[in-house]
Each structure stands twice: as C-alpha cells, then as structure tokens.
C-alpha cells in the first residue's frame, strides 16, 4: 500500500498536510494474468487419463463444461471408467454408483481407432441397459 501527502491550504495560509492512502492494483493484475494464462494451458491437459489413439473425423469440438463422465476402450479391450480399470459386468453398477438416478449429462466413450467395433458396441449396449441413454463417442478432429 502506497500513501502520499496531499498540500492542502487552510483557511490561515498553512500547509496541512493529508495522507491519500492508494492501493497499486499492478502487481496483483499481473499475477491474476499469469493464473489465467497457467489454467488455460493446464486445464485441457487434465481432461486426458486414459491413452487411446482416437479416430479421426471431421466433426467440431464440443463446447467446454464441466468434467465429463468418461468411458474409454483401449486397442487390447480394457475398459476404464475415468481411469479406474473395469470389466464389462462391473461398469453398470459403477456408473449407477457414480452418476446415482436421473444422471442427464452425457456420458463419453473414448474408444481406441483399432478398437474391435463388437466391444465398443457392448459397452454401448451395457451402459444404455443401466438406464444411461445421453451417449456421445469421442474422436480427434481432422487436422487440415
């Protein structure tokens, strides 16, 4: 905090002087655009646990929200939820565990481009069973 002394004149003709006591806003501008310019970058990077090389496809990027429920089948057929390893028979119970009753966000299957289409399909199949219909699958946009 910064304080400077006002001249002010009495009626007398005497100086008076007056403390202005003034914030300097500089340093904490600074440090609030290095925190926004440190959660932009880090924030995308968190979204990402599980490591599958998706399909590519011309389709746009979502709007940005909060975290996503995610479901993710790598190349050998294992299934995470978030990143914690499930099998096909656990994963209803998981996301009913997660999610609760009248869960309305989308839930996002993250699956590997090599990925046999019957485990993709079964896994659909399972969470839609559990009750679960707000699906969406994800894919790497076409770099052009």
């Not at 910064?2 to 008076?16: I, M, P, Q």
């Not at 096909?88 to 009913?96: G, I, Q």
């Not at 289409?117 to 969406?136: C, E, I, K, S």
């Amino acid at each position: 905090m910064a304080a400077s002394l006002d001249s002010g004149r009495s009626g007398r003709g005497r100086a008076k002087w007056k403390p202005k006591a003034e914030i300097n806003v500089t340093p904490f501008v600074d440090v609030m655009l290095v925190l926004l310019i440190v959660f932009m970058i880090t924030a995308p990077l968190l979204t990402v646990g599980v490591p599958v090389d998706l399909p590519r496809t011309e389709a746009r990027n979502l709007p940005a929200g909060e975290e996503p429920l995610t479901i993710s089948i790598t190349l050998d057929g294992e299934i995470y939820l978030q990143e914690t390893v499930v099998t096909l028979a656990e994963l209803a119970p998981r996301l009913t565990a997660i999610a609760g009753t009248g869960y309305t966000s989308r839930i996002y299957i993250r699956a590997d481009d090599g990925a046999p289409y019957g485990d993709v399909a079964r896994v659909m199949a399972r969470v839609n069973a559990a009750g679960f219909t707000n699906l969406g699958l994800v894919t790497d946009p076409i770099e052009r």
